[in-house]
């Protein structure tokens, strides 16, 4: 049984900081690559960032690149999103996903977990 659980979430100032984890429970996990997604209120799911297997390729959405840093320790079947510079357009739930691949779309990961809520107040 796969089981991604996110922490971290919080109520921040605009321009504050926050880590994002993502503790995984699920077989091989070196083997996928992770993901994080968000869902700002009133709107559809969102690619936040990705990374591969190894932790040698990263990928931003536009709307956080040079403010977002994703990490993963494979020794700890974790994944850190590291988001700076908090805007309150950054207000979501955040999601860690698992899949195969890095890619930007939800439909490439077969694992989620419920989410942590992040409230940026201006």
């Known amino acids: 049984q796969v089981r991604l659980v996110e922490s971290g979430g919080g109520l921040v100032q605009a321009g504050g900081s926050l880590r994002l984890s993502c503790a995984a429970s699920m077989r091989q996990f070196s083997t996928y690559a992770m993901a994080w997604f968000r869902q700002p209120p009133g709107k559809e799911r969102e690619f936040v960032s990705a990374?591969?297997?190894?932790?040698?390729?990263?990928f931003y959405a536009d709307t956080v690149k040079g403010r977002a840093a994703i990490s993963r320790d494979n020794a700890k079947d974790t994944v850190l999103l590291q988001l700076n510079s908090l805007k309150p357009e950054d207000t979501a739930v955040y999601y860690c996903?698992?899949?195969?691949?890095?890619?930007?779309?939800?439909?490439?990961?077969?694992?989620w977990g419920q989410g942590t809520q992040v409230v940026v107040s201006s």
């Open positions: 990374v591969s297997w190894s932790g040698g390729s990263t």
């Open positions: 996903a698992a899949g195969n691949r890095p890619t930007t779309t939800q439909s490439g990961y077969d694992y």
